[in-house]
């Protein structure tokens, strides 16, 4: 029930202008600074996982790997996304604390 709650929340946030998806708008939020948390799908390669782990780290962006393509795809109306990010501290502060609460 809680994850059903996360993966609403990226449906919100991506319905609100909140969120982008793929790894070159992602990365470019990073870069940017107007990331407030980057996701990461566990079944992404380990070229995406370590390259966003070591670019949050570095521009000090929280981040998770978290959820399957398919699901976070689903999640925002799309097809496979393997990388996402939050773009507001809002929805960023209310989707950890669902993610935490699991």
């Excluded at 990073?30 to 782990?53: H, Q, R, Y």
């Excluded at 795809?73 to 990010?85: C, H």
């Excluded at 773009?87 to 699991?102: C, E, L, N, P, Y």
């Amino acid at each position: 029930m809680k994850a059903n709650k996360a993966v609403s929340l990226l449906g919100l946030a991506m319905k609100a202008g909140r969120l982008v998806s793929g790894e070159f708008l992602t990365e470019k939020a990073v870069k940017t600074g107007k990331a407030a948390l980057v996701i990461v799908a566990e079944d992404a390669s380990d070229n995406t996982k370590k390259m966003f782990t070591d670019m949050c780290t570095y521009y000090d962006v929280p981040f998770y790997i978290w959820g399957r393509k398919e699901e976070l795809g689903a999640a925002i109306g799309r097809e496979y996304r393997a990388s996402l990010a939050l773009t507001d501290a809002g929805f960023r502060d209310v989707w950890i604390k669902q993610v935490k609460s699991m």
